[in-house]
Every structure is written in C-alpha cells, then in structure tokens.
C-alpha cells in the first residue's frame, strides 16, 4: 500500500506542475507579436508552394563606366556613279558645307551595267575609249578580267535595269550606236557623300534632293 500512495504522489505532482507550466509558460505567437519580421531574409522549406525570394543585386554608379565615347556621326547619300556624284556636289555649293562635305566610296551589287560588247585585243578596246573621251564620255574602263567581258568597255554600273536602260538613251543621243545594256552580277565601288555634323536644314535638302537622283538614298551613320 506504501507503494501504491508513493506512486499516486509522484504522478499528482507531475500533473501540478504540467498544469502550472501551462498557465506560467511564455507562447510563442505572444514572443512574436509586435516584432517586426524581415520577409526579404525569409527562406521557404522544400515542399512550400511560394517562390524563394532572391535579392537581386543592383550597380552601384562606381561600378558604372565613367567614359563614354561617341563616333563622330555624318549623313551619308550614296550611291553615285561619277558623273552622278559631280552634279549632286554641284546640287549641294549653295550649302556653304566646306570641309564639312567628305568623299567616300560604298560598295554595291551592279546588277546592270551599259558597255561595249568585247574587243579582239587591248589595243582596239583602247583606241575606242579614246574616240569616246572624244565625244565626251569618260567615265569608261576596260574590263581586264580574263573571261567572256575580257577587253569589253564598261560606260556605267547601275543598281537597277530602268537607270541602265535611261543612261543607255542618252549615250545613243550622242550618237552611239555600239552600246548595250545587260545584267552583272558583279560588285561594283561607287561614290558616297557625307555630311559632317548635319543641321536639321541640311538633312530636309538631301531628302529633297534625293528626288532627282533615282537609286539613292540618305542615312545616318559614321563619318569615314
């Protein structure tokens, strides 16, 4: 029986004081309250739904590169054949543009071009560019390229067939008659015209200028 009360004793004791501990013990949601939590260090367990927020880091202005250097920018209008380019030179005089205009050259597909058909030798295709010099036609070369055009004599490449075929008119007005116009699936360097810092009035010229010169175009883009 001693034994028996002994061990009623114990387990009312240890029901006392789990009952005190229940009532006296801080909880955990009142250590919580009124603290304020830092959500961006939070970090989701495995097996929530929510995303992981991640800190992104941002460039401080000292990490930022503190030089910056800017290509010097011209109007470009292009391209030009050379008798082309001397009239749109002569279109832009009264713009006063000085050292401000620069000569450059692009590089074009000549799908067209108006020549003279191929010569036996280098000498006859020489005697003709001569008596064209003298009737006043000096934009001519003789094609070198070992092939079909071999010694043929070239008056002018164009972009387009309607260029080549209104050039072509105007060589038989001079009373050509030996000259034809084909495709030439050949690159061909031609005349490009740049302006230097442009003003607005400048730019409203070449975009109205361009109008009388058919196959060109104007553009922004670096100085040569």
């Not at 030009?80 to 450059?104: C, H, K, N």
């Not at 116009?181 to 400048?202: K, T």
Request: aromatic fraction near 6%; proline fraction near 7%; charge should be neutral.
């Amino acid at each position: 029986m001693k034994g028996l009360a002994g061990a009623l004793l114990i387990v009312n004791l240890a029901l006392f004081t789990w009952g005190w501990l229940r009532e006296h013990a801080p909880r955990v949601e009142d250590a919580l309250a009124g603290q304020e939590l830092n959500r961006d260090r939070l970090r989701i367990l495995a097996g929530e739904s929510e995303p992981v927020p991640v800190p992104v880091p941002t460039q401080t202005p000292a990490s930022l590169p503190t030089t910056v250097v800017l290509a010097e920018a011209c109007l470009e209008w292009a391209p030009f054949a050379a008798d082309e380019a001397e009239r749109a030179r002569e279109a832009l005089q009264s713009l006063a543009l000085g050292p401000r205009l620069v000569e450059g050259s692009v590089t074009v597909p000549a799908g067209w071009w108006v020549y003279i058909p191929p010569f036996r030798s280098r000498q006859q295709a020489e005697r003709r560019v001569a008596e064209l010099a003298r009737q006043g036609v000096k934009d001519t070369y003789i094609v070198q390229e070992r092939g079909d055009w071999e010694n043929a004599v070239s008056l002018g490449v164009f972009r387009g067939e309607e260029g080549a075929r209104r050039y072509l008119e105007t060589l038989k007005a001079r009373g050509l008659r030996s000259v034809v116009v084909g495709a030439r699936q050949q690159q061909a360097r031609l005349v490009a015209l740049y302006i230097r810092e442009p003003r607005e009035a400048e730019t409203q010229r070449l975009t109205d200028l361009r109008q009388a010169f058919p196959g060109t175009a104007v553009r922004a883009g670096p100085c040569p």
